[in-house]
């Protein structure tokens, strides 16, 4: 069983960091690629990084690549993401998920790759 809790969030000035964590209380958190997905009003959910069970191999949306970074340890059956040099346009509910695919490069960006999912945790950036 698969359960994803999220934390971290909240409201932080432009240029600011925020590191979100995500535990699972699950058995089999080394056998999942975990992904970390937005959603901003209006908008349609978007991907923004994933880091593989398999190698800690990790994938990056353009939009967040270099100030952003993903991150996992499997010892305490969490993934982490740490958000640096943070933009209003970061504003939204961040989601944790998994799968139990191996994800290489691009291969699990789409929502639909992933089975599991947290409840979200709000990010503000006020400019």
Same mark, same amino acid.
């Given at each position: 069983?698969?359960?994803?809790? $999220? +934390?971290?969030?909240?409201?932080?000035?432009?240029?600011? /960091?925020?590191?979100?964590?995500?535990?699972?209380?699950?058995?089999? %958190? /080394?056998?999942?690629?975990?992904?970390? %997905?937005?959603?901003?009003?209006?908008? $349609?959910? $978007?991907?923004?990084?994933?880091?593989?069970? /398999?190698?800690?191999?990790?994938?990056?949306?353009?939009?967040?690549?270099?100030? %952003?970074?993903? +991150?996992?340890?499997?010892?305490?059956?969490?993934?982490?993401?740490?958000?640096?040099?943070?933009?209003? $346009?970061?504003?939204?509910?961040?989601?944790?998920?998994?799968?139990?695919? !191996?994800?290489?490069?691009?291969?699990?960006?789409?929502?639909?790759?992933?089975? !599991?999912?947290?409840?979200?945790?709000?990010?503000?950036? /006020?400019?």
């Amino acid at each position: 069983q698969v359960q994803l809790v $999220e +934390s971290g969030g909240g409201l932080v000035q432009a240029g600011g /960091s925020l590191r979100l964590s995500c535990a699972d209380s699950g058995r089999t %958190f /080394s056998t999942l690629t975990m992904g970390w %997905f937005r959603q901003a009003p209006g908008k $349609e959910r $978007e991907f923004v990084a994933d880091i593989s069970w /398999s190698d800690s191999m990790t994938y990056y949306a353009d939009s967040v690549k270099g100030r %952003f970074t993903i +991150s996992r340890d499997n010892a305490k059956n969490a993934a982490y993401l740490q958000m640096d040099s943070l933009k209003p $346009e970061d504003t939204a509910v961040y989601y944790c998920s998994a799968t139990r695919a !191996y994800c290489p490069g691009n291969g699990c960006i789409n929502p639909g790759a992933y089975a !599991y999912w947290g409840q979200g945790t709000q990010v503000t950036v /006020s400019s």
